[in-house]
T-cell receptor
Framework: EPEVTQTPSHQVTQMGQEVILRCVPISNHLYFYWYRQILGQKVEFLVS????????KSEIFDDQFSVERPDGSNFTLKIRSTKLEDSAMYFC??????????FGSGTRLTVV | QKEVEQDPGPLSVPEGAIVSLNCTYSNSAFQYFMWYRQYSRKGPELLMYTYSSGNKEDGRFTAQVDKSSKYISLFIRDSQPSDSATYLC?????????????FGTGTQLKVEL
């Protein structure tokens, strides 16, 4: 059983629509992350989340993005008004520098 | 100059060969280094993790870090067709407070029968 489960595995949405990507770690963790990978490009950091607040975010993570841990187990990434260039694989990750990071299997987001 | 440089390949080797994968980096603040394996449209899978210069071995995999040269390597011995994947180096530091990882572009490896 994977340590990090992401849903949905594939999401198709129309430009301008809101999407919510979900991540469920199997066990309790303190640090959560979202990364994205545009097809054929490298994995890029979006945001890190610790103690129920953002601890660091990248330039990619603008006002259209938000993260939340609404019920203490799920960890979500919301994109308010999707753009074509938001099409990518989105990965949730857990862990920290001292012990390494585990990635989920990803959500493939396609914006049409 | 990119923070992390990695030759994208593709690299094709015969089964049983020793594979050498490498990354260079420019940020002296990087303190921990990882290698991930990624299959097409899947999440990165952690292979090796190291925090210091030197070698670390795990089965057929050896990770090597040379902080003075800002150079890291992953060696795969007795390579198998199942090792065919994209290999990503990743590194991080503790300065930003967010524990973020910076990835290389990945090297595509194909091990042929």
């Amino acid at each position: 059983e994977p340590e990090v489960t992401q849903t949905p595995s594939h999401q198709v949405t129309q430009m301008g629509q809101e999407v919510i990507l979900r991540c469920v770690p199997i066990s309790n963790h303190l640090y959560f992350y979202w990364y994205r990978q545009i097809l054929g490009q490298k994995v890029e950091f979006l945001v890190s989340f610790y103690n129920n607040e953002i601890s660091e975010k990248s330039e990619i993570f603008d006002d259209q993005f938000s993260v939340e841990r609404p019920d203490g187990s799920n960890f979500t990434l919301k994109i308010r008004s999707t753009k074509l260039e938001d099409s990518a694989m989105y990965f949730c990750a857990i862990g920290q520098g001292a012990v390494g990071y585990t990635f989920g299997s990803g959500t493939r987001l396609t914006v049409v | 100059q990119k923070e992390v440089e990695q030759d994208p390949g593709p690299l094709s080797v015969p089964e049983g060969a020793i594979v050498s994968l490498n990354c260079t980096y420019s940020n002296s603040a990087f303190q921990y280094f990882m290698w991930y394996r990624q299959y097409s449209r899947k999440g990165p899978e952690l292979l090796m993790y190291t925090y210091s210069s030197g070698n670390k071995e795990d089965g057929r995999f050896t990770a090597q870090v040379d902080k003075s040269s800002k150079y890291i390597s992953l060696f795969i011995r007795d390579s198998q067709p199942s090792d065919s994947a994209t290999y990503l180096c990743a590194m991080g530091d503790l300065t930003g407070g967010g524990n973020k990882l910076t990835f290389g572009t990945g090297t595509q490896l194909k091990v042929e029968l």
